[in-house]
């Protein structure tokens, strides 16, 4: 089932409520003031489903200038936005506002809803067509499709319907590869229940139970938590994916500890920071519309100094910072620059974030751009080498920024699903260029699937020196093992990449001969088990113990070895088959068995089954050996535990 979520934008009273109403039949306005007022004031949401079984999440925003703050949290994720227009009133002040904090987030889908048609004439509504197609007409939306309607009478909802999926059908499904993020927009608790967070999940898919961590908006500390809960429109669901219009319900977790601005991600999978590098672009290019010379907004003729305070709009974050021009001393209407902003409250985000900036008062929206570097390091002003490496971030070759994402990412593999989300080359260009660096020896490409892990080569030689070192140390006091856990492994070295990423990276090491893979141990490739006379004697041991004790069958733990070594020894011993494993931790050598089976075999082929007691009787031994000869038996599909304990029935004989 496909998920979308479709928003709204506009002036205050152009219809944005009622028109939702109107598609799904909720009263989007839930705030007693709201009512009162009849404004929209906070974000409203709502739900309906396609004739194509497409489930849309529609995200009713307020038009009043004065909350626009909210508009902007309301955009984060959306796929296709309802810009509406009244047709008796025409362009307004917070369209245009609308439309360019749209254009700045990078919203290209729309569609230009013209409403209230049942209080315009036609010539009226064809006058206002064409104004609407002259102000659009150096913007993202010039050529968006338009519908005319009115959510009071119903004209034209049908038509805009069947628009709407017209639109959706080109979309691409997002991308579910990445780690999941989930900005949220509320935060309440439910009777029962406890905490609840709402939000759009921007990337990624997050299970029932999983573990997350709640990356703050200001100086708070990172809390982790349990997603106990998952609903999507009211409906418990054990997954969410990229797209969808999530409700989490978190454990141990009060309401006054995660707000809107925080965001739920995958334990230490993001880094908050309060400095970030960004592409900064001021509003007023396209402020003066058409042959109508009107101003688009306030914030539209501003030029701002260098270190201004301004409102930053990310996600659903919005926090004080100071814009660092790291090229000129003035930004004016229109032009853009790289910068950096220095946040009074740091915040988690990632290169390829959209934002938007605000003028500290009167505030008013006056900007927006692009993150490169979500983490970064203060720069001095007008330095040729950091001007330098911030255009080959957002401008440099394929190679460059393959190249720069793998250094910056050090140790932690990057997977090339976060590349393509961002749209700047296919999969399969995607592929060409890791092949370039690969064979330039600058990154080394693991590949999985349709996807690929790299990490620069310089970082990997690093890591593999680590490695080694540990691997040596590991064998030097551990010389009966075949080498170290895998999932200790993993965890110290490889914990960034999922599970089957990291197999496949440990594959390709072994083909290379760096390391080797045996059962669920890691080892250095050349490694050998130390067969010294500390091992035979301990072998030597093993064995008169087990032939001692015959039939009579004995844990390990009975047999009050001293050596340190034995236990290592002893699953050696068995996985070479000189030792036997009947059940948990008891022991016989394979002739004992061989012996055991020889008297048992005949009476359970005569009679079809066999009792413990039987058992017990013909080795001349312990019901408890009995029963764990039993239990071997059943383990190999020589016998099949049939009713009590002590009867077991023929179920497959060798």
């Given at each position: 089932?496909?998920?979308?979520?479709?928003?709204?934008?506009?002036?205050?009273?152009?219809?944005?409520?009622?028109?939702?109403?109107?598609?799904?039949?909720?009263?989007?306005?839930?705030?007693?003031?709201?009512?009162?007022?009849?404004?929209?004031?906070?974000?409203?949401?709502a739900s309906f489903t396609l004739t194509d079984g497409t489930v849309a999440d529609v995200i009713d925003v307020p038009g009043h200038e004065k909350f626009v703050g909210n508009m902007v949290t309301g955009v984060m994720g959306m796929d296709l936005v309802l810009i509406l227009i009244a047709a008796d009133e025409g362009i307004m002040p917070q369209t245009r506002e609308h439309i360019a904090i749209l254009q700045e987030l990078g919203v290209k889908n729309a569609i230009l809803v013209l409403s209230k048609c049942d209080l315009a004439e036609k010539d009226w509504r064809e006058l206002v067509r064409e104004e609407l197609r002259a102000e659009l007409k150096e913007t993202c939306f010039a050529?968006?499709?338009?519908?005319?309607?009115?959510?009071?009478?119903?004209?034209?909802?049908?038509?805009?319907?069947?628009?709407?999926?017209?639109?959706?059908?080109?979309?691409?499904?997002?991308?579910?590869?990445?780690?999941?993020?989930?900005?949220?927009?509320?935060?309440?608790?439910?009777?029962?229940?406890?905490?609840?967070?709402?939000?759009?999940?921007?990337?990624?898919?997050?299970?029932?139970?999983?573990?997350?961590?709640?990356?703050?908006?200001?100086?708070?500390?990172?809390?982790?938590?349990?997603?106990?809960?998952?609903?999507?429109?009211?409906?418990?669901?054990?997954?969410?994916?990229?797209?969808?219009?999530?409700?989490?319900?978190?454990?141990?977790?009060?309401?006054?500890?995660?707000?809107?601005?925080?965001?739920?991600?995958?334990?230490?999978?993001?880094?908050?920071?309060?400095?970030?590098?960004?592409?900064?672009?001021?509003?007023?290019?396209?402020?003066?519309?058409?042959?109508?010379?009107?101003?688009?907004?306030?914030?539209?003729?501003?030029?701002?100094?260098?270190?201004?305070?301004?409102?930053?709009?990310?996600?659903?974050?919005?926090?004080?910072?100071?814009?660092?021009?790291?090229?000129?001393?003035?930004l004016r209407p229109g032009e853009s620059c790289y910068a950096q902003l220095l946040l009074e409250e740091p915040l988690a985000l990632l290169r390829g974030d959209r934002f938007i900036v605000r003028f500290y008062s009167p505030v008013e929206t006056v900007g927006g751009g692009v993150i490169l570097d979500a983490g970064a390091k203060k720069h001095k002003r007008f330095a040729a080498e950091t001007l330098e490496e911030l255009e080959k971030k957002e401008n440099g070759s394929p190679e460059d920024v393959l190249e720069l994402m793998a250094k910056k990412a050090g140790r932690k593999f990057c997977c090339s699903a976060e590349l393509l989300k961002d749209g700047q080359q296919t999969r399969?260009?995607?592929?060409?260029?890791?092949?370039?660096?690969?064979?330039?020896?600058?990154?080394?490409?693991?590949?999985?699937?349709?996807?690929?892990?790299?990490?620069?080569?310089?970082?990997?030689?690093?890591?593999?020196?680590?490695?080694?070192?540990?691997?040596?140390?590991?064998?030097?006091?551990?010389?009966?093992?075949?080498?170290?856990?895998?999932?200790?492994?993993?965890?110290?070295?490889?914990?960034?990449?999922?599970?089957?990423?990291?197999?496949?990276?440990?594959?390709?090491?072994?083909?290379?001969?760096?390391?080797?893979?045996?059962?669920?141990?890691?080892?250095?490739?050349?490694?050998?088990?130390?067969?010294?006379?500390?091992?035979?004697?301990?072998?030597?041991?093993?064995?008169?113990?087990?032939?001692?004790?015959?039939?009579?069958?004995?844990?390990?733990?009975?047999?009050?070895?001293?050596?340190?070594?034995?236990?290592?020894?002893?699953?050696?011993?068995?996985?070479?088959?000189?030792?036997?494993?009947?059940?948990?931790?008891?022991?016989?050598?394979?002739?004992?068995?061989?012996?055991?089976?020889?008297?048992?075999?005949?009476?359970?082929?005569?009679?079809?089954?066999?009792?413990?007691?039987?058992?017990?009787?013909?080795?001349?031994?312990?019901?408890?050996?009995?029963?764990?000869?039993?239990?071997?038996?059943?383990?190999?599909?020589?016998?099949?535990?049939?009713?009590?304990?002590?009867?077991?029935?023929?179920?497959?004989?060798?």
């Amino acid at each position: 089932m496909k998920h979308v979520v479709i928003g709204t934008a506009g002036h205050i009273d152009h219809g944005k409520t009622t028109l939702v109403q109107a598609l799904t039949g909720m009263d989007t306005d839930r705030l007693k003031e709201e009512k009162c007022r009849g404004i929209s004031i906070e974000l409203g949401f709502a739900s309906f489903t396609l004739t194509d079984g497409t489930v849309a999440d529609v995200i009713d925003v307020p038009g009043h200038e004065k909350f626009v703050g909210n508009m902007v949290t309301g955009v984060m994720g959306m796929d296709l936005v309802l810009i509406l227009i009244a047709a008796d009133e025409g362009i307004m002040p917070q369209t245009r506002e609308h439309i360019a904090i749209l254009q700045e987030l990078g919203v290209k889908n729309a569609i230009l809803v013209l409403s209230k048609c049942d209080l315009a004439e036609k010539d009226w509504r064809e006058l206002v067509r064409e104004e609407l197609r002259a102000e659009l007409k150096e913007t993202c939306f010039a050529d968006s499709p338009m519908a005319e309607i009115s959510a009071v009478t119903g004209e034209g909802i049908p038509q805009l319907r069947q628009l709407i999926l017209q639109e959706l059908q080109n979309l691409p499904e997002r991308e579910r590869g990445g780690i999941f993020r989930l900005p949220v927009d509320r935060s309440f608790t439910m009777d029962g229940f406890g905490t609840v967070v709402t939000g759009t999940l921007i990337s990624g898919q997050l299970n029932k139970g999983s573990n997350v961590m709640i990356y703050p908006s200001g100086s708070r500390t990172p809390l982790t938590a349990k997603a106990r809960g998952l609903q999507v429109h009211g409906e418990e669901t054990e997954a969410v994916y990229a797209g969808q219009r999530v409700a989490v319900n978190l454990m141990n977790i009060t309401k006054k500890e995660v707000r809107r601005g925080d965001v739920l991600a995958p334990e230490n999978s993001l880094v908050s920071s309060s400095v970030l590098d960004v592409r900064l672009h001021l509003m007023g290019a396209f402020s003066e519309y058409g042959e109508t010379g009107k101003m688009s907004f306030a914030g539209g003729k501003r030029e701002l100094k260098n270190r201004v305070r301004l409102h930053l709009c990310a996600g659903t974050a919005q926090v004080l910072c100071r814009a660092i021009w790291l090229d000129r001393d003035t930004l004016r209407p229109g032009e853009s620059c790289y910068a950096q902003l220095l946040l009074e409250e740091p915040l988690a985000l990632l290169r390829g974030d959209r934002f938007i900036v605000r003028f500290y008062s009167p505030v008013e929206t006056v900007g927006g751009g692009v993150i490169l570097d979500a983490g970064a390091k203060k720069h001095k002003r007008f330095a040729a080498e950091t001007l330098e490496e911030l255009e080959k971030k957002e401008n440099g070759s394929p190679e460059d920024v393959l190249e720069l994402m793998a250094k910056k990412a050090g140790r932690k593999f990057c997977c090339s699903a976060e590349l393509l989300k961002d749209g700047q080359q296919t999969r399969e260009e995607l592929y060409q260029t890791a092949e370039k660096l690969r064979l330039q020896q600058k990154i080394s490409t693991f590949p999985m699937g349709e996807e690929f892990y790299f990490i620069a080569r310089e970082e990997e030689r690093k890591l593999l020196e680590e490695i080694f070192s540990f691997l040596a140390e590991f064998h030097r006091n551990h010389p009966y093992q075949w080498g170290v856990a895998k999932a200790e492994f993993l965890h110290r070295f490889l914990d960034g990449p999922g599970s089957g990423a990291a197999s496949r990276i440990l594959e390709q090491w072994e083909s290379r001969k760096l390391l080797r893979r045996k059962q669920d141990a890691i080892a250095e490739f050349e490694f050998q088990i130390r067969r010294d006379a500390v091992f035979e004697k301990i072998r030597q041991k093993l064995a008169e113990e087990f032939q001692k004790a015959g039939f009579d069958f004995i844990c390990y733990s009975n047999l009050k070895l001293d050596e340190g070594d034995a236990r290592d020894i002893l699953r050696i011993c068995l996985e070479e088959g000189w030792v036997v494993c009947l059940a948990g931790d008891v022991y016989t050598l394979p002739d004992i068995l061989r012996e055991a089976l020889k008297l048992v075999l005949p009476v359970l082929r005569q009679e079809g089954k066999i009792t413990v007691v039987q058992v017990r009787d013909l080795l001349c031994s312990s019901r408890k050996s009995a029963k764990y000869l039993l239990e071997y038996m059943d383990g190999q599909r020589i016998t099949k535990k049939n009713g009590t304990e002590s009867e077991r029935e023929k179920h497959d004989l060798f």
